[in-house]
């Protein structure tokens, strides 16, 4: 049992949740260069602007097109500016449950803006897609995520051991791989109710 996320757009009181364009490759790319996206993500590093330009073009469309998911810049309505991206992926049609992932940039970090992207994909992922689970993981030492993932509601199922290599810089600038835990949470329709008001989408 397979399908495909709408084309869609998703809009907040303060965010658009939009479709990666060719205008992302430079700010998108000077994120995901971030040393903590590097430490925190698997992403090529450094990551170049062809890298950038092959997954707008080609990696992200394909996500959708493909059933596995959906990836979504992050942008301020104000000033359009892009302040991260959110991917919903390992999508299982049959359990109507897919694993949320999200980056947001240096520039726009402690504004609540991971909490309002990821609330409203939830919205619509429950409401308007019918699905029944959303995931989200976290690295055991990635505590920005952790509050996230608590401050919209999400119930902590357990820890996988050993189950995700972050990377770490050492005193001379060189990144290794370090083999983490990663702490489970979930979010069901019922623990979404009364979360408010988030998203319109379209």
Known sequence: MNGTFPDISISTER??????????????????NDEQVVAWTSVPH????????????????????EGRGIVLAVTEFLTQRLVGTLRL????WRLRS????YVI????RGEGYATEA???AAQWLFRDQKFERMELRTAADNAASQQVAQKIGCISEGVL????????????????DVRTDLI??????EDFEGAGEYADWD
């Not at 965010?15 to 995901?32: C, F, I, S």
């Not at 450094?46 to 097109?65: D, L, N, Q, S």
């Not at 897919?98 to 992932?101: P, Y």
């Not at 051991?161 to 290794?176: E, H, L, N, Q, Y």
């Open 46 to 65: 450094p990551y170049t602007e062809e890298h950038a330009r092959r997954w707008i073009a080609e990696g992200a469309p394909a996500e959708r097109t």
């Open 118 to 120: 990821v609330l409203a």
């Open 98 to 101: 897919a694993e949320v992932a």
């Open 161 to 176: 051991r050993g189950a995700f290599i972050a990377r770490a810089k050492d005193d001379t600038g060189v990144w290794s």
């Open 184 to 189: 489970v949470w979930s979010l069901l329709p």
């Open 15 to 32: 965010l658009v949740l939009r479709p990666l364009e060719e205008a992302d490759v430079p700010a998108y790319t000077e994120m995901l």
């Open 105 to 108: 940039a240096p520039w726009a």
């Open 89 to 92: 992926h390992h999508t299982d």
